[in-house]
């Protein structure tokens, strides 16, 4: 097969814009994939703030009528992205309360994009391209919690599709269009981000109503683990910290250990979550099991924006406890790296995990995670030698999970994590064999 021209569809991708673990994936991979031969676009939305030269124009029909959308083309670290102006994202952030009305405008305007062999779709936001386009498609499930559920007027008179294809088959969910649900019905190809949540969202526990749907078409469905920008993510040469380090030569660390304890005036060791505050992410559970944590000594830094009761609750934590408990509320790349260098254990004790990209990063910057055994936490943290997995989504599963890493010894699981590889290397190859057949 020759070069292959792919356009990545997403809501987001780093570093024009970024609120999750999506935004990462998008942003890393069309790198790994140059040296196999793949010629990966992006496309996102022109959402406001960005900033790019305007190439062209875009029409397509919406609600009866056409519209045309300005296209925009931007060059960050040798990708190309594309940013269709919509506006529906004239106003606000990357994800608010008229999501679907907007993203099916841009799943509409971008299933009008010429050019390319392949279209591969991540999330709900680009569901809906196979019931669009003639062009093969890849559709990746970053989250299944979040499916993208429509009125069925609204969505039918959006579109112009058929209402044929409301029926329990194709869209039809409980009485409502669900847009991730065609993405796996229709699309040539379904991924998920790690291999074990590819194995639990076929069944009831993890499957959020669309466990039938899965298993249906499982033959179409593999899971492909994350992976991380190793340059971005590189103790060896982050400007974030204080000094750098690696395996071979970890002494940096320590003065990371030393400047995130005068940042926030925690008293070692420190335990951290870097997270969207989030049920899912079970920052709950680390609330929960705080005085017992502080009782036995442990200060916990927690970074990261969600749940205004979560919120509420860890600034009332971080009031009650100065210097035990620091939160900060806010994304900050820059102190995100610092925690990740300088706390002496990492948390993830999430309910369901896709994948997950912290513990990754955690070990790669030497301090090990306490996760739960799910999903991609599972497949990416090794029990007993690069950190701790638990079973129980409980607080006490969370404490044994802690004092159990504290007692094999934090630095020699640290030191045997940064070992690992989490390069995006393996998971494009694993990419383009998928592109292959969905290709035919």
């Known amino acids: 097969m020759g070069r292959v021209r792919v356009l990545l569809v997403a809501a987001e991708a780093f570093p024009l814009v970024k609120v ?19 010629e990966a676009t992006v496309l996102i939305p022109w959402h406001r703030g960005l900033e790019a030269r305007r190439v062209g124009e875009v ?16 060059v960050e670290g040798g990708v ?34 010429e050019g390319f062999h392949l279209l591969h779709a991540h999330d709900w936001h680009a569901a809906l391209l196979p019931l669009l386009t003639p062009t093969p ?53 379904v991924t998920t981000v790690s291999p074990s949540y590819a194995e639990e969202i076929q069944t009831p526990a993890f499957g959020e109503g669309l466990d039938g ?19 971005v993510w590189n103790p060896a040469q982050d400007p974030h910290l204080p000094a750098p380090y690696s395996p071979e030569d970890p002494r940096g ?27 899912q992410k079970g920052l709950d559970l680390v609330l929960e099991a705080l005085p017992r944590l ?36 806010a994304y900050d790349e820059a102190r995100a790296h610092l925690a990740y260098a300088g706390a002496d254990a990492f948390l993830m004790p999430s309910r369901f995990e896709p994948c997950g990209l912290g513990q990754m990063i955690a070990q790669r910057y030497g301090t090990p995670p306490v996760v739960r055994a799910v999903g991609g936490l599972k497949d990416t943290v090794e029990d007993g030698v690069t950190g701790v997995q638990f079973t129980l989504p409980h607080p006490e599963g969370l404490l044994y999970g802690v004092l159990r ?33 969905a290709l035919g």
């Open 20 to 38: 999750g673990g999506l935004g990462d994936v998008v942003g890393a991979l069309p790198k790994a994939l140059k040296p196999l031969g793949v």
């Open 59 to 74: 029409a397509f029909p919406f609600e009866g009528r056409e519209e045309v959308a300005p296209l925009g083309e931007r």
């Open 80 to 113: 190309r992205f594309l940013l269709l102006s919509l506006p529906d994202f004239a106003h606000g952030g990357v994800y608010g309360v008229e999501d679907g009305r907007r993203y099916v405008r841009f799943a509409l305007a971008a299933s009008r994009l």
């Open 137 to 189: 498609v890849v559709y990746t499930i970053h989250n299944l919690a979040h499916q993208g559920l429509l009125a069925p007027e609204d969505f039918f008179r959006w579109t112009g599709l058929p209402k044929s294809l409301f029926h329990m088959e194709a869209l039809e969910f409980y009485g409502r269009v669900n847009l991730m649900k065609g993405g796996i019905v229709f699309a040539q190809r």
């Open 213 to 231: 749907v899965l298993r249906k078409h499982a033959h179409k469905l593999r899971g492909i683990l994350n992976g991380l920008d190793t340059e």
């Open 253 to 279: 660390k320590e003065e990371a250990k030393a400047r995130l304890r005068a940042l926030t005036g925690l008293k070692p060791p420190i335990l951290a979550a870097i997270s969207r505050l989030d049920r």
């Open 294 to 329: 502080l009782e036995l000594g442990f200060s916990l830094y927690v970074q990261g924006v969600g749940e205004e009761a979560l919120e509420r609750a860890l600034q009332e934590a971080m009031e009650a406890h100065p210097g035990r408990v620091h939160f900060h509320g």
């Open 405 to 437: 890493l504290f007692r094999l010894g934090p630095e020699a699981l640290g030191l045997r994590g940064m070992a690992k590889d989490f390069s995006w290397e393996g998971p494009a190859r694993a990419y383009l064999q998928v592109y292959r057949e």
